[in-house]
């Protein structure tokens, strides 16, 4: 009868006590689902500190502040303290990014001992999926985009799959172009140092190519406003590749790129 009773729509009933006792059983299940995923993930440790403080977790149903002040913190599993902090609505935005870092360093860490690129991306499509909507305060995404494409180019990931991991999992094509270009606009010290100044504007090419050459990615509106973003900022580009080195083949490549780009079509 719980079960049943929470899978009703909220507002399905006039009666505000019943209304009440279903979100109360909503916040429930989800703290209960929380305490489920630290259970495995500590299991998966296999640390006898981890399997004892598993076993804690049999006894009874905890708060989220008992979750993650005496498990999620403890045993660093950053993913559920994100997780705690999501369903709990606490907004710390340092706090954030610092799991959103250690998620990505391990996501690259597990790459480079299991070599699981398809792994790497599944972790990712199925964090976006679960905070996109939640917006910066949960799914930073200029930070984690940022991050990310620098993990990707040191572990020499093939530039295209993050961005297509992002678009399956919900990320809109103008979002995705707008913070592309805001990495670029930032002209990150990390770039100048690797010695790839064309890392980024590379990225950017090759996300607007996908976007207006594959069938099917777009609609009709999606289009027009990919165009027309591509109509204002190709210039911005063209001008900085311009103004590097013409003589090296792969500057000359991109601005010709770019220029063809900029013939695409509404």
Known sequence: PVMCASSQPMGFSPDPGLQEFIQETRDKLEVAQI???????????????????????DASLLDNTKLYLEFATPFNL?????????????????LVQSLWGDLIRSMFDRLNQERDT???LRNLSQLTVKYLQSGDAYFPAHFIICLLEQHAFLHKLDPSHL?????????????LLTEYHSLYSAKDAFWLDE???LYIPGLVLKLSSHLVTSQNVL???ERRQVVEW??????????????MNVTLPAVREMITSFRELSNSKP
Request: proline share 7%; aromatic share 4%.
């Open 118 to 120: 398809i792994g790497l």
């Open 35 to 57: 305490q489920l995923g630290i259970q495995n993930a500590l299991v998966k440790l296999d640390t006898p500190e981890a399997l004892q403080a598993a076993t804690l977790l």
């Open 219 to 221: 609609n009709t509106s």
């Open 163 to 175: 961005f297509l991991c992002l678009l399956d999992s919900g990320v809109s094509p103008l979002r």
């Open 195 to 197: 010695q790839a100044p």
């Open 230 to 243: 591509l109509s204002g900022h190709i210039p911005i580009y063209l001008t900085d590749l311009e103004g």
């Open 78 to 94: 950053s993913e559920w303290r994100l997780s705690i902090l999501h369903s709990s609505g606490h907004q710390d935005p340092q």
